[in-house]
């Protein structure tokens, strides 16, 4: 079955990085496109990244471009979101997607991300 | 900015049927934006309900269907359950090739 387990959440400071992991299996990693969704705590889903099946094709929401990065290791079944610059409105629970027709249809349960000096 | 917008409640008898609705401050919403409906309890992640306007994802029951109504993305809950109380969110495609949600529905079953 279809798992996606998110990883490298954790505490960080104003300014500082940090690289989430989501590791995927019962699937064809290297055939799907995958996105990563946020949700700040009490906050609605918000959506920050795509990026194509063969990890080169990438979009961005506005509010992390430039400052996020996602990549895709298909001979390693895993995707990554590096976020620079970290800001406390970066305070979330971060989830990765599987895409499927333009939407996620498997999602992970969430790293947790906290931006506080 | 044109920002999706959805209803920010609704209530819902049980054995009711409701329709969630997902707009656009400016504009329609049609099947070139792809629309996907996600249900979510609190504490939980997301759950896929529908993707690509109407197609349900796997083991989603079919009292659940996507539409398009005017110019809006639609989801129809028929027969609803008291477990069908949740926040529901759509997520559009958009032509820029970036995506974005919904602020959300948190519908009420009573």
């Known amino acids: 079955q279809v798992q996606l387990m998110e990883s490298g959440g954790g505490v960080v400071q104003p300014g500082g990085s940090l690289r989430l992991s989501c590791a995927a299996s019962g699937f064809t990693f290297s055939k799907s496109g995958m996105h990563w969704v946020r949700q700040a705590p009490g906050k609605g889903l918000e959506w920050l990244a795509n990026?194509?099946?063969?990890?080169?094709?990438?979009h961005y929401a506005d509010s992390v471009k430039g400052r996020f990065t996602a990549s895709k290791d298909n001979s390693d079944n895993t995707l990554y979101l590096q976020m620079n610059s970290l800001r406390i409105e970066d305070t979330a629970l971060y989830y990765c997607?599987?895409?499927?027709?333009?939407?996620?249809?498997?999602w992970g349960q969430g790293t947790l991300v906290t931006v506080s000096s | 900015q044109t920002v999706v917008t959805q209803e920010p409640s609704f209530s819902v008898s049980p054995g009711g049927t409701v329709t969630l609705t997902c707009g656009l401050t400016?504009?329609?919403?049609?099947?070139?934006?792809?629309p996907s409906w996600y249900q979510q309890t609190p504490g939980q992640a997301p759950r896929t309900l529908i993707y690509?306007?109407?197609t349900r994802s796997s083991g989603v029951p079919d009292r659940f269907s996507g539409s398009i109504l005017g110019n809006k993305a639609a989801l129809t809950i028929r027969g609803a359950q008291a477990d069908d109380e949740s926040d529901y969110y759509c997520l559009l495609f958009r032509t820029d090739d970036t995506w974005v949600f919904g602020g959300g529905t948190k519908l009420t079953v009573l």
């Open positions: 990026i194509g099946y063969d990890g080169r094709d990438k």
């Open positions: 997607g599987k895409d499927l027709n333009w939407g996620c249809d498997y």
């Open positions: 400016s504009g329609s919403v049609s099947t070139s934006n792809h």
């Open positions: 690509n306007t109407n």
